[in-house]
């Protein structure tokens, strides 16, 4: 993996954490911001130190050979450590218990990052080793204790999250479910970074070259890893903002029928409201609702059944017809100017207004049978004929 590959990594996951800093002072106190903002940090610093030329910047800033592995390994097993709190305070609980577990972590890996210095201070590690200090000390006394006690660290973390991850996914749906299940696969990603590094370093031990999958297999795992884990915490806050985007989007149709030329409904918005989706959303589904209020007593329920029978024997599920019904009773209100006046015996066409019911209409809008009874013109006088 080229070294540039690690610096776009980095960079993508701190633009990801700049777009964070304002939650992360709106919500300071709150433990899950400062928990995930450490994550993408530590994430984006594991990238940033593991490139090649920022190890040899670091060696040669310090004056001491190989001073950036345990830099690298502490900040590694710092991440693994915000994973682990971050999943804890995510899942939640009784507040003794969150606390509880938080600390017993964090003191066992405050405990393994001191363990790392002290180790590497004990060793010898003379020659600078940029892509294989892994294996080329994997012999080398407390050097040697190093590199097993990172790896250790890691993959405890990574079992752990993994198993808690998949475990709630059963719990819950949604985007939260989407996120864990990135989650848990990001983890087994960590899990076989972790496997594939041991097994380089133990065929070491006994005499063995595997050095391959510590210096190619290894870095392509925990790329697909960090995507993955930083994916699954990002998934459950932007899902939602993601899915008021779509709908915002396929309500325009629905819109622009019912209410486009209401000002009303055409005021812009303040700067600050401006790139609210969630305010623009509702915004658009409460002026959908007034349009279709509006429409109630013009709406034809034999408009509907017209357009529901020719959806259904075009192969269209119930839902599918139901809505493409509705769209074209709909449309032929809302386009007869003046509205056709329905007699007593047409029936009152009713729409549901949920807003997934309402996405479903304006799409429906689109379809060919709604175009159809636009052109025929749809009135009840023209049904009766």
């Known amino acids: 993996m080229g070294s540039a590959v690690y610096y776009l990594a980095a960079c993508a996951l701190w633009v990801g954490l700049a777009a964070k800093l304002p939650a992360l002072w709106r919500d300071r106190r709150d433990p899950f911001m400062r928990c995930l903002c450490a994550v993408v940090l530590f994430a984006g610093g594991c990238f940033a130190l593991a490139a090649p030329p920022t190890l040899g910047a670091v060696n040669q800033l310090t004056g001491i050979p190989n001073a950036a592995a345990p830099l690298t390994y502490a900040v590694v097993t710092a991440y693994s450590a915000a994973c682990l709190i971050l999943v804890v305070q995510w899942r939640g609980g009784p507040p003794q218990r969150v606390r509880r577990d938080c600390h017993v972590w964090l003191l066992a890996y405050s405990t393994v990052i001191v363990l790392l210095v002290v180790l590497f201070a004990a060793g010898e590690a003379p020659v600078e080793r940029r892509t294989d200090l892994d294996t080329y000390y994997a012999t080398t006394p407390f050097i040697r204790e190093m590199i097993t006690l990172y790896l250790v660290a890691h993959m405890t973390a990574a079992v752990t999250t993994a198993t808690l991850s998949w475990r709630w996914t059963r719990q819950v749906t949604g985007w939260t479910r989407r996120g864990l299940r990135s989650l848990a696969a990001g983890w087994l990603f960590n899990i076989a970074f972790g496997a594939a590094k041991l097994a380089a370093?133990?065929?070491?031990?006994?005499?063995?070259?595997?050095?391959?999958?510590?210096?190619?297999?290894?870095?392509?795992?925990v790329a697909t890893?960090?995507?993955?884990?930083?994916?699954?915490?990002?998934?459950?806050?932007?899902?939602?903002?993601?899915?008021s985007a779509v709908a915002l989007i396929r309500l325009r149709p629905l819109f622009r029928l019912l209410v486009a030329d209401d000002t009303r409904y055409t005021v812009s918005l303040s700067w600050r409201s401006a790139f609210d989706i969630d305010l623009h959303l509702i915004?658009?589904?409460?002026?959908?609702?007034?349009?279709?209020?509006?429409?109630?007593?013009?709406?034809d329920n034999r408009v509907h059944a017209t357009a529901h029978r020719q959806a259904l024997a075009d192969g269209a599920d119930p839902m599918d017809a139901d809505a493409i019904g509705t769209a074209a009773m709909v449309a032929v209100a809302a386009t007869r100017h003046p509205p056709p006046r329905v007699p007593p015996n047409a029936g009152k066409g009713r729409v549901n207004t949920d807003q997934s019911h309402l996405v479903r209409l304006s799409r429906a809008l689109r379809t060919s049978i709604v175009a159809a009874a636009l052109r025929a013109g749809r009135t009840p006088e023209n049904q009766q004929t």
């Open 283 to 299: 915004r658009r589904t409460t002026a959908i609702r007034d349009g279709l209020s509006r429409l109630a007593l013009h709406l």
């Open 201 to 221: 370093v133990a065929a070491r031990w006994t005499g063995h070259d595997w050095d391959v999958l510590s210096t190619r297999v290894a870095p392509a795992l």
């Open 225 to 243: 890893a960090s995507v993955l884990v930083t994916g699954g915490y990002l998934l459950p806050l932007l899902g939602p903002r993601l899915s």
